[in-house]
């Protein structure tokens, strides 16, 4: 165990007796004394997010959502908007964009999407507006969930993530969720270059039923890259900069 997280660890220890008052043990006291912890994200990818910064000395303020898709609902940045950050928000889709701009004004929603193509592509608008895609492959699987339709077919721009990067800066954070191009999206950025210390990325392909994990492959890249795996949902996985990450003996 890193020594900072390990002398935190015994600071609390020395700070809080093992017999509590009961005043601190009832449900109403939870929020006060700061035992609730309120997520937003899908598996509580947000909190984890949320404990690295802490240990790591960075208060988030910035982030950049690839595939933002809803406001709240899954969000792996709106705990963090809902403390006063802001961050760029790239969402393909006309009536998710709105709701975004709508939601989080603090927020820059951008209405197009991460690839390496450099002419407008294909998006295909699936309901649940989560399955949405431009992988075909991923369309694919999408339409074998009972219920998912194909809504909607728009024409949307490509951007690279090194040019959002040029434009707006390096995050604190960077979530990335886009159904099946997600190693599409990573090939667009130079990470010798830019390099947000935090990073939460959908490594798993999609299934209609349970099975065993699938992986894409965008975990390995990104530890081939001097990133540190912190934590895996199953869904996403949650890594840091190792640079930050390791302390100095």
Known sequence: MPGKILRRLLSRANNHSSVEPDSLLDSESLEANGYRRDTFSQCGEDIIIDFIA??????????????ANHPFEYSNTYLFY???????CVEPIPSMAEKFSLAR????VIRNVISSDDKPVSFFVLEPSTLSTLDPL??????STPGAELIDTINVMP??????????????????????GDMDVLSTWDSSIYRPPL???????????????????????????????????????????????????
Not at 105 to 108: G, Q, V
């Open 105 to 108: 004004p603090r927020d820059t």
């Open 138 to 143: 991923a369309l694919d699987r999408a339409l």
């Open 159 to 180: 951007l690279s993530l090194n040019k959002l990067f040029e434009q707006h800066g390096v995050p604190q954070l960077l979530c990335i969720d886009v159904e099946g």
């Open 199 to 249: 990073l939460c990325v959908e490594d798993l392909e999609y299934a209609s039923t349970r099975t065993l994990r699938r992986p894409t492959g965008v975990t390995d890249h990104l530890l081939s890259n001097g990133y540190m795996l912190f934590a895996n949902t199953f869904i996403n996985s949650i890594l840091v900069d190792a640079s930050i990450w390791v302390e100095e003996a």
């Open 82 to 88: 809902s403390r006063g950050a802001s961050g760029i």
């Open 54 to 67: 802490s240990q790591c000395g960075i208060d988030i303020s910035t982030y950049f959502d690839i595939g």
